[in-house]
């Protein structure tokens, strides 16, 4: 069962938005470079506006900058970052290539531009740059980090952990790096690591976002429905409109039979998220097993609506119309049920595993 993804979209860049690693890069090479106290003036103005968020100045002052002297490294650097964080991607972009080319060995330039190319969906090249950076200075946690987060968003599940591994190795008090690599174990089906690298993520970070979230799925991936459960109550506690957590605690709630309280979490699903046939499908699902047919009827037929290729929807929709009495259309859904059953075989007919 594959773990969710998309859920923590802080991650990228999270490393990309502590500033420090960047100013001291920028002050070494300003001290080395410049004997201009203009051009002095100017790199601090930018370090300054760059760490009390003011981006758009940051991005000013580098481009005075880089006017009084292109060939700088620190004002190149600080370009680039500058760009980054004010959202000019395609600028960071075309100026990281430039300074790339003119100091191809410089590890942050190179990390900079893999971010740029991150962040504009460009996961190939940004790849090639991220990695040339960890060649050149391997000993940042950041490096391996946005790497992994690279990795993840291409699925090489495997590939994320080692770098992740790397990265906790360098930092072991990073609560999300412990929740990523958690993610990345559960991706590669070893659960049981995942749920580890949860609870130490929860240990160094109690209120850390999703990180319940993500060790009730674990849980509930081993059929462990009570402590599942637990979890997301937790994680509702913190996040109490986000539908997915409400789906996936009303699911677990279905699993165990409680229904009353599977239906108020569906609904409540359902509600904030209008789109999602999962939660719709655990919805009639419940309201078949209540009784309560009529409603069951209109929750899959919904559900069918978003995902007509679900085996499961048409099966369970068969059963409710049999139970109005509506046999022809209950004989035409199980029909329908059979034809998908064959068409996806290792997911047909009655498959419990939840769709994300």
Not at 328 to 356: C, D, I, N, V, Y
Request: a negative charge; hydrophobic letters at 40%; charged letters at 20%.
């Amino acid at each position: 069962m594959a773990h969710p993804t998309g859920l923590i979209s802080s991650c990228p860049f999270r490393r990309c938005l502590l500033l420090a690693f960047a100013f001291f890069g920028l002050l070494s090479g300003a001290a080395s470079q410049s004997q201009n106290p203009r051009l002095e003036l100017l790199l601090h103005k930018g370090q300054n506006a760059l760490a009390g968020g003011d981006f758009a100045d940051g991005v000013s002052a580098f481009e005075e900058a880089q006017q009084l002297a292109p060939e700088n490294l620190a004002v190149n650097r600080g370009l680039v970052l500058s760009y980054l964080h004010a959202g000019r991607l395609s600028d960071a972009t075309n100026a990281g290539k430039r300074a790339v080319a003119r100091w191809p060995n410089d590890a942050q330039l190179q990390h900079w531009l893999g971010l740029a190319y991150f962040k504009e969906d460009m996961n190939g090249p940004a790849l090639e740059a991220l990695k040339r950076s960890a060649k050149l200075d391997p000993s940042p946690f950041g490096i391996h980090f946005d790497i992994a987060l690279v990795l993840l968003s291409q699925q090489q599940y495997s590939s994320a952990a080692d770098e992740l591994e790397k990265a906790i190795k360098l930092d072991p008090s990073d609560a999300l790096a412990h929740v990523l690599l958690g993610r990345a174990y559960q991706n590669s089906n070893r659960t049981l690591q995942a749920i580890e690298q949860f609870q130490i993520a929860l240990h160094v970070d109690p209120d850390l976002a999703l990180a319940h979230y993500h060790l009730a799925f674990a849980y509930a991936s081993l059929g462990r429905d009570t402590e599942a459960i637990a979890e997301y109550q937790k994680e509702i506690a913190h996040s109490p409109r986000n539908p997915a957590v409400l789906y996936q605690l009303g699911h677990s709630l279905l699993e165990i039979g409680d229904l009353k309280a599977a239906s108020t979490y569906l609904h409540q699903a359902v509600e904030l998220d209008p789109q999602n046939h999962d939660a719709l499908y655990d919805l009639g699902k419940t309201f078949l097993l209540a009784g309560d047919a009529a409603s069951a009827v209109t929750a899959l037929r919904h559900a069918i609506e978003l995902n007509p290729a679900s085996p499961s929807a048409h099966y369970q929709l068969s059963r409710a119309l049999e139970k109005l009495g509506q046999n022809e259309e209950a004989q035409h859904e199980r029909q329908r049920f059979e034809e998908l059953k064959k068409t996806q075989p290792a997911s047909g007919g009655m498959a419990t595993a939840r769709s994300q």
